[in-house]
C-alpha cells in the first residue's frame, strides 16, 4: 500500500493550504482515511476523518477552518485549511483503514508532510 500526499508548504498566519492524500495497492476497499498532525515536542493528534459513508469528524480546534472531502474513484482525500495559524504548524500524516483483496482489515501511514504556518 502506497500514500501519496501533498500540498503541504508555508503560508502566513490567515492564509490557505489544500492537502491531498491518495492511496493505491492492494486495497479492497477504503473504509476510512485521515488526516493526523504532530507539532514539535507535541504528541500526534487527529485532525480529520471521512469514512466511505461520508461521515467526518473533526478536532475541536479545526471545525469551521478545515474541511475534509474525498474522491471515491481515485481512494482519494482532500482537506482544505483556511484561516491558518502558527498552532497549525505541525508534519500532517495521512492515515488509511482499509479492508485487503484478501478480507483482512489494516491500516497505514503516510510520511507526512510539513505545514508551517508563519506569524
Known amino acids: 500500500v502506497q500514500l501519496q500526499a501533498s500540498g503541504g508548504g508555508l503560508v502566513q498566519a490567515g492564509g490557505s493550504l489544500r492537502l491531498s492524500c491518495a492511496a493505491s495497492?492492494?486495497?479492497?476497499?477504503?473504509?476510512?482515511m485521515g488526516w493526523y498532525r504532530q507539532a514539535p515536542g507535541k504528541e500526534r493528534e487527529l485532525v480529520a476523518r471521512i469514512t466511505s459513508g461520508d461521515r467526518t469528524n473533526y478536532a475541536d480546534t479545526v471545525k469551521g477552518r478545515f474541511t475534509i472531502s474525498r474522491a471515491n474513484a481515485r481512494n482519494t482525500i482532500y482537506m482544505q485549511m483556511n484561516s491558518l495559524t502558527p498552532e497549525d504548524t505541525g508534519v500532517y500524516y495521512c492515515?488509511?483503514?482499509?479492508?485487503?483483496?484478501?478480507?483482512?482489515?489494516?491500516?497505514?501511514w503516510g510520511k507526512g508532510t510539513l505545514v508551517t504556518v508563519s506569524s
Open positions: 492515515q488509511v483503514d482499509y479492508t485487503t483483496t484478501y478480507g483482512g482489515s489494516r491500516n497505514y
Open positions: 495497492g492492494s486495497i479492497f476497499a477504503v473504509n476510512s
